[in-house]
């Protein structure tokens, strides 16, 4: 690679904080907002800079708009999610990829799925959880958030999959291992990067998950993404309360994503861009 | 072994599809009083004729443009940019990240606030540059804007992310036979680095117009498809008809078409990056 000039140097770091201004400073005004007191959410001139933290309006959320709860009901939906779709994701991803399983056309059938606009699917489901009576439940939840994390972990982990020379395998079944064994102790360690990697995105696309929660909750189970716009609404808006609420919603996958940093940009980016379609 | 797969994936996929396809042909109304009756096409003749359709699909096609030219465009630049940062690159992009990574119920609030014309900063620095300030979401002519804008800051990052890793899965040796070859940077990233980022850029742009075609939540908090139809997008106006008017039937059609016509994109999109077939154990 050629040496890159002084000031073209200089010129990327300027751009890069522009870019860093522009896509973090949303985050950073939301944060401000729930460390200002009330008299302070709405000013002209806005204060740029909170005077002093003040941290009633997470405790105000935590408590008295049903953050704890919020946050419990969304890691149990989003766990129970990722649990279940790595189960059914992995399988079926080295099923694909080793087996064929489905034919040539199986794994865009896969990736179909996650084309589906959540509305599509939540119409029928929607009166399929009525009729089972279960609307509204975890079970329902967890099932319905893994419809697209599923399809979502089976794809990327088909790519792994068939990057991985077939030889160790065939060499370990000659030797008397079972296909089974082949899979669980051959083919799955040697993907297991890719495995934390998926299993992240999932968490956080069911952290996340709005328009499901949206319509399938009746305010029984109420993830954070649920209760946000809820509070939105009316004449008077807590801006500092929910903009706390909305903080606790950032915070644990921003944590998340800098702890398995390695992971994500491995995990996401090379099983994306595996052309393995 | 695929058991779980193959009962998960039916479940959540072919009956919904069974379902909407029988649903679309009928007058299913969630609350209604009258039995249900089957109406032939007329769901689709409905859709075919309506104004607010044609108008909806407008809307979603200026999403999918700007998904496609700017989001594509600028997220490619940044991938390249953060990748002249040599060590600290990998901090950079999960920062640049977090509009990514986060809910859409959040980007909506943090637009939200930012989108005051009263109280908000971004107003405010405006005004202080001696420009004017803008209505944002309350005025028609500058809402859809601001919906690109948010679409834009949250999904740009996920562009630059797909395109910095498939920039780092490129085999160094190749551009160094380039520079050896004396090519330029510029001619090394047209004719060498570029071309082979073309499936990575693939997955990105079928990735991206999915995400438009199910952009509910953004629309949802920050407009509700408003000031009057001025950002009803076809995923905000099927989920109108579907949870509002509880109008199932013509829902369903809406859903139908929409998912004909993302599975056509991306048909073609893949058709336009295929690869050889690969081995198997069977």
């Known amino acids: 690679m050629k040496r890159i000039p002084a000031w073209q140097r200089l010129l990327n770091l300027v751009l890069v904080g522009i870019a860093l201004l522009f896509f973090l400073f949303p985050v950073y005004w939301m944060i401000n907002t729930a460390l200002k007191p009330p008299n302070e959410w709405l000013t002209n001139p806005p204060i740029f800079f909170p005077h002093h933290i003040y941290l009633t309006n997470f405790s105000q959320a935590l408590i008295h708009w049903g953050g704890l709860k919020g946050l419990w009901d969304s890691l149990v939906v989003s766990v129970g999610a990722t649990a279940l779709s790595l189960v059914a994701g992995v399988l079926g991803a080295y099923a694909i990829a080793r087996y064929n399983v489905g034919g040539n056309n199986f794994s865009f059938f896969v990736l179909s799925v996650l084309f589906f606009p959540p509305v599509v699917v939540s119409i029928p489901m929607f009166q399929f959880w009525r009729s089972v009576n279960l609307i509204d439940t975890f079970p329902a939840m967890v099932v319905q958030y893994s419809s697209f994390t599923v399809p979502f972990v089976t794809w ?25 064994q082949a899979f669980w ?76 940093q390695r992971y994500l940009v491995r995990g996401l980016s090379f099983g994306t861009i595996r052309e393995s379609l | ?39 032939g096409l007329s769901n689709y003749s409905h859709l075919l004729t309506s ?65 005051n014309y009263q109280f908000g900063p971004v107003d405010y620095l405006l005004t202080q540059i001696g420009l004017k300030p803008l209505l944002w979401t309350g005025s028609p002519h500058q809402a859809l804007g601001s919906l690109l804008l948010v679409d ?66 953004t629309i949802a908090v920050l407009t509700n498809g408003g000031p009057g139809i001025a950002t009803e997008s076809v995923s905000y106006y099927t989920y109108v008809n579907a949870f509002t008017y509880f109008d199932i039937g013509y829902s369903a059609a809406l859903a139908f078409v929409q998912l004909i016509i993302i599975m056509l994109l991306v048909k073609i999109i893949l058709r336009l990056m295929k690869r050889p077939g690969v081995r198997t154990l069977a």
Do not use: C
């Open chain 2, 152 to 217: 834009f800051w949250e999904w740009t990052p996920f562009v630059m992310l797909l395109v910095y890793a498939g920039l780092q899965s490129l085999p160094e040796k190749i551009f160094e036979a380039s520079a050896i070859d004396g090519s330029t940077r510029l001619q090394t990233v047209r004719f060498i680095t570029l071309p082979m980022l073309k499936p990575v850029l693939g997955i990105a742009l079928i990735l991206r117009l999915i995400g438009v075609f199910k952009m509910v939540a």
């Open chain 1, 185 to 260: 102790d051959v083919a799955l360690p040697s993907v297991k990067g890719s495995v934390v990697a998926t299993a992240l995105l999932a968490f956080i696309f069911s952290w996340n998950a709005f328009t499901f929660a949206v319509i399938l909750s009746q305010g029984h189970i109420t993830t954070l993404p649920y209760i946000l716009p809820t509070l939105m609404e009316g004449h008077y808006v807590l801006w500092g309360d929910i903009a706390a609420i909305a903080t606790l919603a950032v915070v644990p996958i921003v944590v998340l994503a800098f702890v398995l």
């Open chain 1, 156 to 180: 990327i982990l088909k790519g792994f999959f068939e990057d991985l020379a077939i030889e160790l395998e065939e060499s370990a079944m000659v030797n008397g291992a079972t296909r089974w």
């Open chain 2, 51 to 115: 104004g607010l359709f044609r108008h909806s699909l407008a809307i979603t096609g200026a999403f999918a443009l700007s998904a496609a030219i700017l989001q594509m465009g600028l997220g490619t630049g940044l991938a390249f940019l953060i990748r002249s940062l040599g060590r600290r690159a990998q901090t950079v992009l999960v920062l640049l990240l977090i509009p990514t990574i986060i809910s859409p119920a959040v980007v909506a609030f943090q637009w939200v606030q930012l989108f």
């Open chain 2, 1 to 39: 072994m695929s058991l779980p797969l193959a009962v998960i994936l039916i479940g959540l996929s072919i009956y919904p599809l069974v379902y909407l396809l029988k649903t679309s042909f009928t007058d299913y109304q969630m609350l209604g009083m009258q039995p249900t009756k089957f109406v």
